[in-house]
């Protein structure tokens, strides 16, 4: 699971640095996106909206991004 994580993770940062200021919504298809292409040779679930938006969480926490409520903005801090 924490392997799962980290990949995640390092997901939305590459989302991130290609397209800073992209919405919530348009950060989560790209995720899934990504996700469902690296994962086509492994036997991994997909990823769920809510469980990306949990990442998000944490790494707002964190302080690694930024997000803009009234624009609708993710960035990387």
Known sequence: MK?????IEE???SVLE???GIS????????QSIW???ALNQ???VVAQ??????????????AV???????KWNLA
């Open 36 to 38: 469902d292409v690296e």
């Open 3 to 7: 392997e799962r994580y980290g990949q």
């Open 50 to 63: 809510n469980e990306i938006f949990s990442i998000l969480d944490d790494l707002l926490e964190e302080g």
């Open 43 to 45: 036997d991994a679930p």
């Open 18 to 20: 290609v397209a800073p």
């Open 66 to 72: 930024f997000f803009n409520v009234e624009e609708d």
């Open 11 to 13: 997901i939305i940062y």
């Open 24 to 31: 919530g919504m348009d950060l989560v298809d790209e995720v």
